[in-house]
Each structure stands twice: as structure tokens, then as C-alpha cells.
């Protein structure tokens, strides 16, 4: 009669499946690329040490206009840098672009979807992030299910774009299937406190507190388009061309 093989150790299963198992109580890790945040306190505390690809990542906002385009000016600025498309969905305002090129973001390759609607705001960020046509897709979304993030993510895990989604503080209440999530709150001037609520390893109790790059004295928003903005801003009903 045969002997039965004993059961592999724990250290023979994750020697044997490096990097595909990871701990609960461990700063999670993932192959798929990372773009630095370029804060070093907030990439050491993100999995993988930057903002991931191929994943919803949530920025829960109390108010706009806070900070949030600076807090994302690096990736942005390395998105049209490297000649790729940014695509916004449904702002709340339209983009001023004097501010956004003073943090060196090409606004020439910037693409605004204007859309109201929430059925119509959901088809659009799903095409534009499906179509691999952006390298950052940013969506403004007040309201929006457990089940639809989680088909965002699904979506999201197809293409290597940095995908975020702008949501109000108050959601940080309802479920989300976004991996990483970051409340958002004002500091001293020119700051940000990060609460990061959700992301693959142990939470941090502690806001992660950030100095954000400097700009003149203008909202990275303006109440009525510019020229670049008027320029780059499209309605649903051109938006298969652009993002077919």
C-alpha cells in the first residue's frame, strides 16, 4: 500500500506561487505596471508603489476644486508626455487650461465628454476605457452602484490606462468593488491629508499628509470654457469617432 505524499508547507506554496498569493496583514502586490503618484510618503503606502493600472482606483471628494489635479498632476503630466490621450467624463466645470498646462499637462491631447445623464455618463467612461484610446480616464460619478464599479473593474482589468473615478465624501459609506480607495480632505494651504480607506494590505490609521505643487492664483476650474477647452470638449453623439 502507498504511502500518501504529505501536503506542501506553507513556505513550499508561496515559494511555488511567488507573487500570485498575498497575506491579509501584508502591503498588497500586483505585476500589472505602476505610475509614481510623485509624493514619496503616498507611493509607499500604495500597493506597488504608485498608481495602479488595470484598476478602479476611487478619489472620494468633500467638495471640487480641492486639489485633486494636482494631487494627480505627475501621472497626467507623464500621460500626455509619453503622447497619450486623456479622457474626462461629465467634470463638474470645464477645465481651465492655462492651470492645467502651468502643471505641464499637454491640454491639446485632453478630451471632454460632456454628458448629464447617468446611463449616458456610465456608456461613455466605459467606451473611452475599453477603447485602450487613453492612457488616464478620469470620471466625475455622483451616484453609482456596488454592481457597476465592480463591472468598471472588470472593464478596467483590460487595458494598462490609470482609471479614476471622482466621487463625493459621502460615499465612502457604500460598498465598492474599487481596490483602492482615498478620501480626500484640506490641510494647511497647498496641502491634502489622504485617508486611504481600502487598498491590499492592512489600513492605515493615519491621514497621509502631502504638500501639493504649486500653481498661480487660478481654480484649475473656470465657470465658462476657453479656447482649448471649447476646442477639445465633445458631445455624445461625436464621441464614436473619437473613441471608436
Do not use: C
Request: aromatic share 8%; hydrophobic share 40%.
Amino acid at each position: 500500500m502507498s504511502m500518501l505524499a504529505s501536503p506542501p508547507s506553507l513556505l513550499q506554496i508561496e515559494s511555488r506561487f511567488k507573487n500570485r498569493i498575498w497575506r491579509g496583514n501584508a502591503l498588497g502586490f500586483s505585476n500589472d505596471p505602476v505610475i509614481s503618484s510623485g509624493f514619496d510618503k503616498l507611493d509607499k503606502e500604495l500597493p506597488g508603489g504608485g498608481w495602479p493600472t488595470r484598476s478602479l482606483t476611487e478619489l472620494l471628494l468633500p467638495a471640487e476644486g480641492m486639489g485633486e489635479i494636482r494631487l494627480l498632476s505627475q501621472p497626467l503630466e507623464q500621460t500626455t508626455r509619453n503622447g497619450r490621450n486623456i479622457l474626462l467624463v461629465s467634470p463638474p466645470y470645464i477645465p481651465y487650461m492655462h492651470a492645467w498646462e502651468h502643471l505641464n499637462i499637454d491640454s491639446r491631447r485632453i478630451v471632454i465628454a460632456r454628458v448629464y445623464k447617468p446611463a449616458e455618463r456610465l456608456w461613455v467612461l466605459e467606451q473611452g476605457i475599453k477603447s485602450a484610446a487613453f492612457g488616464t480616464v478620469i470620471g466625475w460619478l455622483p451616484e453609482v452602484s456596488q454592481q457597476t464599479t465592480r463591472r468598471l473593474q472588470i472593464i478596467a482589468r483590460t487595458v494598462p490606462s490609470l482609471i479614476f473615478l471622482f466621487r463625493p465624501a459621502s460615499a465612502q459609506f457604500e460598498p465598492s468593488a474599487a481596490p483602492l480607495r482615498i478620501l480626500l480632505d484640506s490641510g494647511r494651504r497647498h496641502a491634502l491629508s489622504l485617508y486611504l480607506l481600502k487598498r491590499r494590505g492592512t489600513p492605515v490609521a493615519l491621514p497621509i499628509r502631502i504638500s501639493l505643487p504649486w500653481t498661480r492664483r487660478f481654480s484649475i476650474f473656470a465657470s465658462s470654457p476657453s479656447a482649448s477647452a471649447r476646442r477639445n470638449a465633445v458631445d455624445r453623439s461625436s464621441l464614436p469617432d473619437i473613441i471608436a
